[in-house]
């Protein structure tokens, strides 16, 4: 039983000032009333490993509780056309998984469609601040060794926090992970190809680590099985999972 999914507090520089203290209340009432029930903790701001790393495990002395955090770098990738996730990503649709999957033409080509949709779209205030994000954020992984070491990071830093504090990583999950499919209303539907592969890569990450590991999700935007309105998702990731044991 996990007391609170992404909990969306702490996300400042410190973030220690409210989730650590509330975490230990919410672990001392379920446990007051569940005795062997298996618990699951995080960190703050929803759930990255950032923060898991920032929290004390010596302040919760139980033996009965699995760690988890979740990742969905590179966001750029994850959450393409997603209208939940802040001003910028909404805008980006068609960039494929890794970046090297197309030809550089190709890729050109879907960057210059998402400038064209933020210069024709997004209010014109943001439009630079925007168009700059793009650019850093691309850069960011427009290279195979820059995206494996973003998407290596949260594990290489939970890995870190677990040696610290005497965790073992069989008492860690990676409780969230996915790709998009298609954002409620929008056309666009991310090719099923770099969604199965993306979440290869990243269950590999996790076992390579001694990690628990659980997609998001079954159904919806980033479903695997299931996709809107009775409709069934790709079965490519599902294939790919069902590959790996």
């Known amino acids: 039983f996990e007391p609170m999914n992404e909990p969306v507090v702490d996300c400042d520089a410190d973030g220690t000032s409210f989730w650590p203290e509330r975490q230990q209340r919410l ?29 004390d495990p010596k302040a919760i002395p139980d033996d009965n509780i699995i760690w988890t955090f979740h990742s969905y770098e590179p966001f750029l990738l994850t959450h393409q056309g997603a209208t939940w996730a802040g001003d910028f990503i909404l805008y980006v649709t068609g960039l494929p998984y890794p970046l090297s999957a197309v030809p550089r033409a190709q890729l050109d080509a879907a960057l210059d469609t998402i400038r064209a949709r933020i210069k024709a779209e997004a209010p014109w205030a943001r439009q630079s601040g ?70 290869r890569d990243m269950i590999g990450r996790a076992e390579a680590h001694g990690f628990a590991w659980s997609v998001w999700s079954y159904g919806g935007a980033f479903g695997i099985v299931d996709a809107f309105d009775g409709d069934k998702a790709e079965p490519d990731v599902m294939d790919a999972i069902k590959s790996l044991h």
């Open 27 to 55: 672990f001392a009432a379920a446990r007051s009333s569940a005795t062997k029930l298996t618990l699951i903790l995080t960190g703050a701001c929803y759930s990255n490993a950032a923060s898991l790393a920032k929290i």
């Open 130 to 199: 925007l168009l700059a994000y793009l650019d850093e954020q691309v850069a960011s992984i427009d290279t195979n060794e820059k995206l494996l070491g973003m998407m290596d990071a949260p594990f290489a830093r939970v890995e870190a926090w677990a040696k610290a504090n005497g965790i073992k990583p069989e008492n860690i999950t990676l409780g969230e992970f996915g790709m998009i499919r298609q954002e409620y209303g929008n056309p666009y539907v991310m090719p099923a190809e770099y969604r199965a592969a993306y979440v």
